[in-house]
């Protein structure tokens, strides 16, 4: 019962630092999708015309030629706002390839586990029994995951280290999260650029691991069979149907979940240099989508465009060129 009271109280402190971790991601997230709407060129260049202006080179030679240096501004700034666009487009890519990997890696690796796995059910669980001498328990699977646990460790645990391990471990697979780990893997590549994204993504890893901790010792559970079973298991070399990355950050983590467990304390969530310098980053950027640096410069270059005979004739060459262009149906 005290240890019950203990997961619910301790459970409070654990749900308050997920709320941060979550907000930093979906602030984050925001940030990218502002910064990606206010820095495409369609955005800072207004309507079509003028954009047809800047992206065609002889345009921009001609207006260079009748306004002269009184455009540098803008062209460095334009340019400058370019860059940092495609940069985010490829992050953005760059994080859909990193995922679809570790999807692909992951259900690959699931498959061979599976193939000579053998599936058991003790304690109204289901998992799979894998034939290894490494100590492993594990949860696999995007939309239905799957509980794996080394005969090694089936055979060195105590039936209530056994019985608590597996209960952490349904835990993992009734809130899916692997999944989740997915998407604030694909988040962190996101905000890669942010100082403080390791440190929330590390923080995320650990409090998955402690929240399935708290589960177990509410359905009965000993601390002392978790920290046993927890010793038993630490840091072994893997076989090669075994993703390392499944437990790389779970094994980083082992120290501060002992510690928690012992003491009741979690590591600090944010740290201040890191903090800080996110924090500048995002207002830097915020403030970088939202101002025309050279607003005067900006009017000139589009009344240029509208008024000068050569620069209408440019365009209005380039539009029927597009236009001319016939392409068979499909």
Not at 52 to 62: D, G, I, P, R, Y
Not at 186 to 210: A, N, Q, V
Not at 255 to 263: D, G, I, K, T, V
Request: glycine content about 4%; some cysteine; charged content about 20%.
């Amino acid at each position: 019962m005290k240890s019950k009271v203990r997961a619910d109280s301790e459970g409070l402190s654990l749900a308050l630092h997920y709320f941060f971790v979550y907000f930093y991601f979906l602030s984050g997230l925001s940030l990218l999708v502002f910064l990606l709407r206010n820095l495409a060129p369609w955005s800072w260049l207004n309507y079509k015309a003028p954009l047809n202006s800047f992206l065609n080179w002889a345009s921009v030679k001609c207006s260079w030629q009748c306004l002269g240096p009184s455009l540098s501004g803008l062209f460095l700034e334009s340019g400058l706002k370019l860059l940092i666009f495609s940069f985010l487009v490829f992050v953005f890519f760059r994080a859909l390839w990193i995922a679809a990997k570790a999807i692909r890696s992951t259900n690959s690796c699931r498959r061979l586990l599976e193939a000579k796995a053998s599936p058991k059910k003790r304690w109204g669980i289901d998992y799979y029994l894998i034939p290894s001498s490494m100590p492993l328990a594990f949860t696999v699977g995007w939309l239905k995951p799957r509980i794996f646990i080394s005969s090694s460790l089936e055979t060195s645990l105590e039936e209530k280290e056994l019985k608590t391990v597996l209960f952490h471990e349904v835990r993992h697979q009734r809130r899916k999260d692997p999944s989740r780990s997915l998407l604030i893997g694909f988040l962190s590549d996101l905000l890669f650029f942010l100082p403080l994204t390791k440190r929330m993504r590390r923080s995320f890893g650990l409090y998955t691991e402690i929240e399935a901790d708290l589960s177990s010792l509410k359905v009965g559970q000993t601390t002392e069979a978790l920290v046993a079973a927890l010793a038993k298991m630490h840091h072994y070399p893997f076989d090669h149907e075994i993703n390392f990355t499944w437990f790389s950050d779970t094994f980083n983590g082992d120290l501060a979940r002992l510690r928690y467990h012992s003491e009741g304390k979690l590591k600090p969530l944010l740290s201040w240099r890191p903090l800080l310098i996110s924090v500048v980053l995002a207002i830097s950027m915020t403030l970088f989508g939202l101002i025309t640096i050279f607003p005067g410069q900006k009017e000139a270059f589009l009344a240029h465009q509208s008024s000068c005979s050569a620069h209408i004739n440019i365009i209005k060459k380039a539009n029927s060129r597009l236009n001319n262009l016939h392409f068979p149906n499909p």
